[in-house]
C-alpha cells in the first residue's frame, strides 16, 4: 500500500478532525478514527481481523501525541486537576499494558470489532442521555481510583480510545465539573496511550508486517501522518471547549457514533 496523495488526504482530514475533538471533548480520538482506518486498511487487502486490530493500535499510538498538544492546552487554562491525574494514572498504565500485550492479542479481531461498535453504541447513548448525578457523590478514594484507573486504561487498551469515553462520564457521574473532566481525561489520555501502544508492540513483536512500514500491529506511516495534523488540532480544541456550550455538538457526535459503530458491528458478524 502506498502513501499516494489520496492516501495521505485522506490520513491528514481524519488527523486533523480527530486532534479538534480530542481538544473539544477530551477524547482520544479513537472513536472516529478506528472504523475509519479499519476501512483504509481492509481497501489495502488486509485481512479483515488484522486491519481492526492495526486500526485499533495505531489509533491508540496517534494519542500519545494528541494527549500531549491538548492537555498543555488545559493546563494553562488551569484546567486540569492533577490530584486525579495521580490518582487514577498507576491503574491505567497496568490496564493499558495488560490490555495491549495479554488480551488484544489473544482475542480475534471480528470480536474486538463486536466490543468496540458495543463500547461505542453504550458511550453515543450516555452522550444522549446526559444524566445529572447527585449532588452528593463525590470521586472515591485513593485505591477506588486506582480501580477506576484499571478498569478505563484496560478497556482503552482493547477498544483503541484514549479513554475520554468512559473517564469523562466517570468524573461528571462523581460531580467533577464538565471542563475540568475534559481538560483531566486530556492528561489521562497520555498514561492510557502510552502503556497500551508498548503493549501492542510487545504483543506483535514476531508477527510479519502485515504491510510495508507496519511494525507488527502498528502501521507506521499512518501514525505519522496522523498524529501531525492531529497534534496541530488538538489546542485549537482546548479552546474551543472553553468558548462554547458543548451539548448540542455532543448530540450530533453521537448520532455520528452510531453510525460508526453501525460499521463496526457489521464488520464484526460480516468476519470479511
Known amino acids: 500500500m502506498n502513501l499516494s496523495l489520496i492516501l495521505i488526504g485522506q490520513l491528514l482530514a481524519l488527523g486533523l478532525a480527530t486532534g479538534f475533538l480530542a481538544g473539544l471533548l477530551g477524547i482520544g480520538g479513537g ?17 479483515s481481523g488484522m486491519a481492526v486490530k492495526m486500526a485499533i493500535a495505531t489509533s491508540m499510538a496517534t494519542i500519545v501525541f494528541t494527549s500531549l498538544s491538548s492537555v498543555r492546552a488545559h493546563h494553562q487554562r488551569g484546567a486540569v486537576r492533577w490530584p486525579l491525574v495521580r490518582g487514577m494514572a498507576p491503574g491505567i498504565l497496568a490496564g493499558g499494558l495488560l490490555a495491549g500485550a495479554g488480551a488484544f492479542s489473544l482475542i480475534k479481531g471480528q470480536a474486538l470489532a463486536l466490543i468496540f461498535g458495543l463500547f461505542v453504541s453504550f458511550s453515543a447513548t450516555q452522550m444522549l442521555r ?3 448525578p447527585k449532588p452528593s457523590r463525590q470521586m472515591p478514594g485513593t485505591w477506588g481510583q486506582a480501580g477506576a484507573g484499571t478498569g478505563i486504561g484496560f478497556l482503552s487498551g482493547l477498544v483503541g480510545a ?11 457521574w462523581c460531580n467533577v465539573p464538565i471542563h475540568n473532566a475534559v481538560a483531566t481525561s486530556a492528561a489521562l489520555g497520555f498514561p492510557i ?12 513483536w514476531n508477527l510479519p508486517a502485515a504491510l510495508p512500514g507496519a511494525l507488527g500491529y502498528l502501521y507506521l506511516p499512518a501514525l505519522a501522518v496522523i498524529a501531525l495534523a492531529s497534534v496541530t488540532m488538538a489546542p485549537i480544541g482546548a479552546k474551543a471547549a472553553h468558548a462554547m456550550d458543548v451539548a448540542q455538538l455532543k448530540r450530533v457526535f453521537a448520532l455520528l457514533l452510531y453510525g460508526l459503530a453501525a460499521y463496526m458491528l457489521w464488520k464484526a458478524f460480516a468476519g470479511t
Open 130 to 132: 446526559n444524566l445529572k
Open 162 to 172: 484514549g479513554g475520554g469515553f468512559v473517564s469523562v462520564p466517570f468524573m461528571t
Open 193 to 204: 496511550a502510552l502503556a497500551s501502544t508498548l503493549g501492542y508492540v510487545l504483543g506483535g
Open 31 to 47: 472513536m472516529l478514527m478506528v472504523p475509519f482506518l479499519t476501512l483504509i486498511l481492509s481497501h489495502a487487502d488486509v485481512p
